[in-house]
């Protein structure tokens, strides 16, 4: 699927390309649910003449998806939305073998992630992706007129503008996909206060994206992204999960599972209550941190870990973040905190010393462990999210000026054909309904 032109991007090395390509199709082999959609897409084109904007982790995965758009004769603009989730081969090869522009560095700076953003703003979206809601809000921000609420770099592009022409640029929005909880819940916010354009599919909410990417795919890159980091054995030592969630409970079960013993730490009662009677031991965070030896944080929410707590860690705990934006650790008061500051003791963690004489071990620097420190979700349960996300994008456009400007869940329709056809792939079957108990199921007539 080569092409002849190169589109203008921002990457690291062209020449990386050819490594980036091997990556591209060795996860294409394990991503069939996608592959089916791509080869489809590409006959009917779908998306024939749209531009999209895609703000989401530029990894392999993510780059089938992008083929896939591509396919069905979207106009696409990938950029990252992580600093640390890039990975530089994928993106020279996405751009010098595939013909898909990307603005994407891996350990680019707060600068460049908004000049970037810029980029997906100025192709004039039809569409947008997110992983997180940076693009949307940023959208939004300018729609608005709220320019001081926005990165100056969004700020420089958006006062050239004139404010007609801002207001045209997301009037041309047909809808958004959202991948991660945290967006999500950021776009339940903007329909809440009423300020949301146009429509969004929470993707993220779909049960073949949160089952298997959520619980699945982070708990086991979670502890991948630690144990490449690290090489510490998981095995007999206390590790404290901090959120169960989907992703919470996806590393609680995959770190029992290497022997460990987890600590879950809520604050819904209701997920604290699952977690006690699926035999964790849970408590306040004020309790796990002086017995704890390794933390992780799945929440979505910000400041989970604090002062407080990193001042009680025994010497030597090792902290970790799997939840959207580092700021579910409060990074700004450990370094308070820290007598010193030593990066890269070994590569992705850094020591903070504190006054009190103990260490405290950063992995990935309390961005998302399994990209800073892995390579994010194995492509098998990144088929499904991404299978999901590609139908879910057909779905919004030919559904243009339907939807309401609100969060819409993915239609049901998306989630069977995604699973019925991963089921194939593995090999399996299942049953079906009989005509009788269809009947029965849907009937009210008929009781015991």
Request: hydrophobic content about 45%; proline content about 4%.
């Amino acid at each position: 699927m080569a092409t002849a032109t190169r589109p203008a991007s921002d990457i690291k090395d062209p020449k990386l390309a050819a490594q980036g390509k091997k990556r591209i199709l060795w996860a294409d082999r394990d991503m069939p649910v996608l592959a089916r959609i791509r080869e489809r897409f590409e006959k009917e084109k779908p998306l024939s003449g749209l531009r999209l904007s895609a703000c989401l982790h530029v990894t392999a995965e993510t780059a089938n998806l992008a083929r896939a758009l591509k396919a069905g004769g979207g106009d696409v603009v990938l950029v990252a939305s992580n600093p640390l989730s890039t990975q530089d081969d994928v993106a020279a090869s996405l751009v010098q073998d595939f013909g898909i522009a990307v603005y994407a560095i891996r350990e680019e700076s707060t600068d460049t992630y908004y000049k970037h953003i810029v980029a997906a703003l100025d192709h004039e979206p039809n569409v947008t992706m997110d992983d997180g809601a940076d693009l949307v809000s940023a959208m939004v921000f300018v729609a608005l007129e709220r320019l001081d609420d926005v990165h100056p770099q969004v700020r420089a592009w958006a006062q050239k503008l004139p404010p007609a022409e801002r207001q045209r640029r997301i009037s041309l929005v047909v809808g958004s996909m959202e991948e991660t909880t945290t967006g999500v819940n950021r776009l339940r916010a903007m329909e809440t206060d009423g300020v949301l354009k146009f429509p969004v599919i929470a993707v993220n909410d779909a049960q073949t994206k949160h089952f298997f990417d959520n619980r699945y795919g982070t708990g086991q890159s979670t502890l991948d992204g630690i144990i490449r980091a690290t090489n510490l054995l998981l095995a007999g030592r206390k590790i404290v999960v901090c959120g169960y969630g989907w992703c919470g409970k996806g590393v609680a079960l995959r770190a029992r599972g290497m022997g460990s013993q987890v600590i879950i730490t809520e604050v819904d009662p209701v997920r604290a209550l699952e977690a006690a009677m699926d035999g964790f031991a849970v408590m306040p965070l004020a309790d796990a941190a002086p017995i704890g030896d390794v933390f992780i944080t799945v929440t979505g929410n910000a400041a989970v870990i604090r002062r407080e707590h990193f001042v009680k860690m025994k010497d030597g705990a090792l902290v970790a973040n799997s939840g959207h934006f580092d700021v579910e650790l409060e990074m700004p008061a450990l370094k308070q905190e820290a007598q010193t500051v030593t990066p890269d003791v070994r590569t992705h963690v850094d020591e903070y010393r504190l006054r009190n004489g103990h260490r405290i071990y950063v992995v990935g620097q309390g961005r998302l462990v399994n990209l800073a420190a892995a390579e994010g979700h194995p492509p098998s349960v990144m088929d499904m999210s991404f299978a999901t996300q590609a139908l879910s994008t057909e779905f919004c456009v030919k559904n243009k000026g339907k939807l309401a400007a609100k969060v819409h869940a993915v239609p049901i329709e998306v989630e069977h054909f995604v699973a019925s056809h991963k089921l194939a792939s593995m090999g399996i079957s299942i049953d079906e309904l009989t005509a009788a108990q269809k009947r029965y199921m849907t009937g009210w007539e008929q009781g015991t």
